[in-house]
């Protein structure tokens, strides 16, 4: 089966600009995840997405990153305006179901953000 | 919210040399743990998980165990081979509500395997 897509993989903005990101999910899964990772730690989910309705986004600053994830396929995550320490790399994963199960990460967006 | 941690941050061994690394979490409620390798510049894959009704779970060179009392749980690796060197991250994942399916990341270790 094919893997999680996204686009862009590189991405740099200056401090103010907006930028979003895309992911198609593998065909089939359910549940939608944006995690943000900066370098040296691990993910830290941003949002749960399950089919087209947002199941957490308790960690996502919501004051400049919005996302949607239209018709339950594919999603986008934007962030206006950008601020340095956005600057990570940002993964989208999905899964089959809503539960704890195995989450299949995409390449991921490289953002940097000056 | 959960809270995990990860030790030790860096970790090295020699070639055939075993390796392990702990994980604490803080909510009694997690029961799904999984562990993902990060090779740099790539994208975490599933190396094994273990569900909380599991005390143990082995695949070839890699096995999991869990303590759910002490709320730890360990990765082992066997036999290291210098492609085992990469990134690793535990995870929880809570067990209801908002927290049904959330992973709670480590913040990882990296693992050098000198041949």
């Known amino acids: 089966e094919a893997g999680v897509a996204q686009s862009p993989r590189y991405k740099i903005i200056e401090k103010r600009q907006s930028v979003a990101f895309w992911c198609n999910p593998i065909?089939?899964?359910?549940?939608l995840y944006w995690y943000q990772q900066i370098l040296g730690q691990g993910p830290k989910l941003l949002i749960q997405?399950?089919?087209?309705?947002?199941?957490?986004d308790s960690q996502l600053p919501k004051d400049r990153f919005s996302a949607e994830r239209l018709k339950g396929v594919d999603s986008t995550l934007k962030i206006q305006p950008a601020k340095l320490e956005d600057s990570a790399v940002y993964l989208c994963?999905?899964?089959?179901?809503?539960?704890?199960?195995?989450?299949?990460f995409g390449p991921g967006t490289r953002l940097t953000v000056l | 919210g959960e809270n995990v941690e990860q030790h030790p941050s860096t970790l090295s061994v020699q070639e055939g040399d075993s390796a392990v690394i702990k994980c604490t979490y803080s909510d009694s409620a997690s029961n799904y743990f999984p562990w993902y390798k990060q090779e740099l510049g790539k994208r975490p894959q599933l190396i094994i998980d273990i569900r909380s009704n599991v005390g143990e779970k082995k695949d070839q060179r890699i096995a999991v165990t869990l303590n759910k009392t002490a709320k730890h749980f360990s990765l082992h690796i066997t036999e290291t081979q210098p492609e085992d060197s990469a990134v690793y991250f535990c995870a929880a994942s809570g067990a209801g509500g908002t927290s049904y399916g959330k992973l709670t990341f480590g913040q990882g270790t990296i693992l050098t395997v000198h041949p």
């Open positions: 065909s089939g899964h359910a549940t």
């Open positions: 997405f399950q089919n087209n309705g947002v199941v957490d």
């Open positions: 994963a999905s899964s089959r179901g809503s539960g704890p199960n195995e989450q299949f």
